[in-house]
């Protein structure tokens, strides 16, 4: 099984061997499900016996000191903490966080207009700067914020000089390097590795520094707001949720902080990356950027920008979100589960214990499932007008994408997630023409559209590109529309000057769960 780019072989494997088959890794039984059905008659269907996550001794307990969410064991705790997300994140409470996306939007088309080839910071500083208002409270104007490049480290300083000099420790990126080491996979497959003393154990000393460089960040960040809240200051966010839950479930400041710093994570990685991807494929499809404009032009006009509300006239942008996602899954192998005790499917057993893998790429790469898989064509889903919750609660086969999980695992950022794409995508289009950068020689790049980085999660490798405004008249309606935005912040703080209209701290409180 190849250390790098292992989601080919798993692929391959899956053609040879069908929708499900088993590898013994050391010690461990890895169940592999490669297909639609399989993953709806297990995941799903099954949930309450594959809703666990197997022991991650290195990325878990090592380098997040047990307490990092998307691998959290299941029980009580994760039970509790799930009420908490799915309070604030249902498709109710998604759509009070709207203004946070539009005006983030909008400052992002300046950023571009302004400094086009630092393009993949200005996203990231989008995606960072939503997930903090939505999570902690508090906005991140400037993309050379100290926790926006601990966060994500690679790309966010435009002179590389700089970025050398930062430090393995400054970057959840090494987090997912780490998850997906051969150090780290054979600490779980051979147990009594984890009885070695520390200084022999491999990668165990990077581990704790990794671990307490991130833990300044994400306690640091649940402290600011926990602080805010309690005086009275802070805006509407997922934090007044989570202490609500911490003083009725008394859990510690350090298990907040990574309870939110996990969503911290889901929320500023994965949808940058899309967006990330989403551009380069129109510098290789440039068809498809012709057919969106074009819908857009007819539907929105050359006057205004487009809003949340033209969602149900675009269904050709719906369609690039759906084929964005399923040609470039962020997540490319899913987030493993595990079996709570012993169970069976197609006539085989599968043991307690077992991991169990949702072989994101294989289905999204079938052939039978999607004709010319490699191929951008939002056409595929042309017929499709589910949102990406919908599809995710319906017939496994006409899915759109299996990158938001499955079962009781399912990401619950699904909806905010869905509008960020949109307001993203639909308004790129509407603003500017993306080309190939020229090389010396004036040829236009090409592109390796299967180059991709990461390790739980991937995107493109850096690439470059030219962006322009498709008009001065589209320039200045989009400057008009952040200089409105910036009248409701401070000069000062680059803060909300009061929370937008609609926007209200929860009512929910947490029940006693008994563990």
Request: with cysteine; aromatic share 10%; hydrophobic share 40%.
């Amino acid at each position: 099984m190849p250390s790098k780019k292992p989601h080919l072989q798993f692929q391959k494997w899956a053609q040879e061997y069908g929708p499900i088959y088993s590898l013994i890794l050391g010690t461990k039984t890895m169940i592999v499900l490669s297909s639609d059905i399989a993953v709806k008659d297990v995941l799903d269907r099954k949930s309450g016996n594959f809703s666990d996550r197997p022991d991650m001794y290195m990325a878990q307990d090592i380098a997040s000191g047990g307490l990092r969410l998307v691998v959290m064991k299941y029980g009580a705790t994760w039970r509790m903490i799930h009420k908490v997300i799915h309070n604030i994140l249902n498709i109710k409470a998604a759509v009070t966080y709207v203004p946070y996306q539009d005006l983030e939007n909008k400052l992002l088309l300046v950023d571009l207009i302004g400094s086009p080839d630092h393009f993949l910071s200005h996203i990231r500083r989008f995606t960072f700067s939503l997930s903090t208002q939505i999570i902690f409270g508090f906005r991140c104007p400037d993309m050379k914020d100290s926790r926006l490049q601990q966060l994500f480290w690679v790309g966010l300083v435009p002179k590389p000089t700089l970025i050398a000099k930062l430090t393995w420790n400054q970057s959840f990126c090494k987090w997912g390097e780490l998850a997906g080491s051969a150090s780290a996979q054979l600490t779980d497959l051979f147990p009594i590795i984890q009885r070695l003393p520390k200084v022999l154990g491999p990668n165990v000393k990077y581990a704790e520094g990794l671990h307490e460089k991130e833990k300044d960040l994400y306690v640091g960040l649940w402290m600011q707001a926990k602080r805010s809240l309690e005086q009275g200051t802070s805006h509407p966010c997922f934090c007044s949720d989570l202490l609500r839950a911490q003083q009725q479930e008394n859990f510690s400041d350090d298990a907040a902080g990574y309870i939110s710093g996990s969503l911290l994570e889901a929320g500023s990685d994965t949808t940058a990356a899309t967006l990330y991807g989403f551009i380069q494929a129109m510098l290789v499809w440039p068809e498809v950027q012709r057919k969106a404009q074009e819908e857009i032009d007819r539907v929105v006009g050359q006057d205004r920008l487009p809003t949340i509300d033209d969602y149900p006239n675009l269904p050709y942008i719906r369609c690039c979100i759906k084929e964005s996602i399923r040609w470039m899954p962020t997540v490319i192998l899913g987030v493993p589960h595990a079996a709570l005790k012993d169970d069976s499917y197609m006539g085989y057993r599968i043991p307690q214990g077992a991991t169990v893998i949702n072989n994101v790429w294989a289905i999204h790469m079938n052939p039978n499932r999607s004709p010319n898989p490699r191929t951008f064509n939002p056409d595929r889903f042309a017929n499709d007008p589910t949102t990406l919750y919908q599809s995710a609660m319906g017939d496994p086969q006409k899915r759109d994408n299996y990158v938001f999980g499955a079962g009781r695992r399912l990401c619950q950022g699904i909806h905010i997630a869905e509008r960020s794409l949109f307001l993203g995508i639909s308004r790129f289009l509407w603003g500017f023409n993306f080309s190939p950068s020229l090389d010396a020689a004036g040829n236009p790049t090409q592109y390796d559209v299967d180059d991709l980085v990461g390790g739980i999660t991937v995107e493109p490798n850096a690439y470059t590109c030219s962006i322009e405004s498709r008009s001065s008249e589209r320039e200045k309606i989009m400057r008009a529309a952040a200089k409105e935005c910036e009248s409701l912040l401070n000069s000062k703080t680059g803060q909300w000057k009061k929370a937008p209209e609609g926007m209200m701290f929860s009512t929910w409180m947490p029940e006693k769960i008994d563990v």
